[in-house]
């Protein structure tokens, strides 16, 4: 059978489309679920496995990407779907059954890490060969080759250059992040002197190129790429300054990816996860007293706290491209009932990103409350602590879709409590 035999032509076969997209969102929030309890784990062993051990350099820190490359595995099927959607691809009946067993292979590291803490090599190299017919499709190879955790998984380990900096941030970038006595103003110009020199060599690429759409597209996966490296890079930072948040971005990230996909996508992928790693940037400018603890503080000192928020979002409004993140940002802090900050918005004006973001925060938070209890019992009490200000603090839809995101985790995996 010829290729245009099994092509489908998405004006005739939609219905074909629909039944495979199905078969994805549910392949897909099983492994999100999967994840999401890898990411809870006590000590978070599972999700600091080695995965890249003897696959990759050896430049590349475990314990920093843990599980992160199914989350880049995601972003590239689900930009592949959007493209077919909307009639820019069209793919084949191959194609449809390789990027599910894509999904069920996934599934099947997640479980090796869990129970052995390292991948079989194999079982990696079963993915990357599946993923390899990805990039044949001309319209996304070279814009997808720029992303440097997909080259990396889907190329020539051989030909990686072990000399390389796999961090992406440079050494500058790092100094202005850690620099911990420098002022909010110096902050954000110097993400302001970033922005500059991002849209700089967007300029001097649309000249040279003669405004190829094309290759300008591929400019921006670059460099929104290097902008990711960088928010990684701030959290991590807020990460390292309080123990007790050690691994919370990579916890929260699953759970409200996990969310959001059962939800069927309603926030971009790529502005939750900046958002994710955003949220608290403003800390990094609060005093160790309001930094631990938000009781027993003054008026102003409260005040100060409920600051923190705007931080992160004029950075990102600042570096263009992330809009939706910076209004995350702005509002993961605030409630249905008002009662949040910085601007005490009521349920309707929250946007959804944020209302996801604010039951992840919690949920992370109320279980590091419950110290006396294991991580199992912790996690039930949480669940039960945000279902019992449901529609009150909380947006309802969303509290039910983080119970539907804890059931199947507990279907799949986790053992009866």
């Known amino acids: ?26 392949r897909s929030d099983m492994l999100q679920a999967f994840l999401t309890h890898l990411a809870n784990k006590p000590n978070d062993v599972a999700l600091r496995a080695k995965i890249y051990q003897g696959i990759v350099t050896t430049k590349i820190q475990s314990e920093k990407y843990g599980l992160s490359f199914l989350s880049v595995l ?70 997808e080759k720029q992303q440097q955790g997909v080259a990396l998984l889907l190329g020539d380990f051989s030909q990686v250059n072990e000399t390389e900096d796999i961090d992406l941030v440079d050494h500058e970038e790092n100094t202005m992040i850690l620099g911990a006595n420098s002022d909010r103003e110096s902050d954000i110009d110097l993400f302001d002197e970033k922005f500059e020199q991002k849209e700089k060599m967007t300029a001097e690429h649309s000249i040279e190129e003669g405004f190829d759409d094309a290759k300008y597209e591929e400019e921006e996966l670059f460099l929104e790429d290097r902008d990711m490296a960088l928010f990684r890079t701030i959290a991590d930072t807020v990460e390292f300054r309080n123990p007790i948040w050690r691994e919370r971005d990579n916890s929260i990230m699953s759970i409200a990816l996990g969310m959001n996909g059962v939800a069927k996508n309603p926030v971009c992928f790529e502005q939750l996860e900046a958002a994710v790693y ?14 631990y603890r938000e009781e027993g503080l003054s008026e102003e000192e409260q005040n100060h706290l409920h600051s923190h928020p705007v931080l992160g979002y004029e950075i990102l409004s600042r570096l263009g491209g992330w809009d939706e993140a910076a ?84 279907r799949v995996h986790a053992p009866q409590i």
């Open 327 to 410: 209004a995350i940002v702005l509002q993961h802090q605030e409630r249905e009932d008002g009662s949040g900050y910085p601007e005490g918005l009521t349920g309707e004006w929250i946007c959804s990103g944020a209302k996801i973001i604010a039951i992840c925060d919690t949920f992370f938070q109320l279980i590091n409350n419950y110290e006396d209890l294991d991580s199992e019992r912790a996690s039930v009490r949480a669940v039960a602590e945000i279902n019992s200000s449901k529609g009150v603090l909380y947006d309802s839809e969303w509290v039910d879709i983080f119970n539907k995101v804890m059931k199947i985790q507990n």
């Open 1 to 26: 059978m010829n290729n245009q035999d099994t092509e489908f032509k998405i004006e005739s076969e939609q219905e074909e489309l629909e039944k495979f997209y199905e078969k994805f969102r549910n």
């Open 278 to 291: 955003m949220r608290d940037f403003g800390m990094l400018r609060m005093p160790d007293k309001l930094f």
């Open 74 to 143: 995601m972003g590239l099927m689900q930009r592949v779907w959007k493209r077919t959607k909307n009639k820019e691809l069209r793919i084949d009946a191959g194609f449809i059954e390789l990027t599910l067993m894509v999904l069920d292979e996934s599934l099947v590291v997640s479980k090796e890490v869990a129970c052995n803490r390292l991948v079989a090599i194999k079982v990696i190299e079963r993915i990357r060969l599946a993923l390899l017919p990805l990039i044949t499709c001309a319209q996304i190879e070279q814009a």
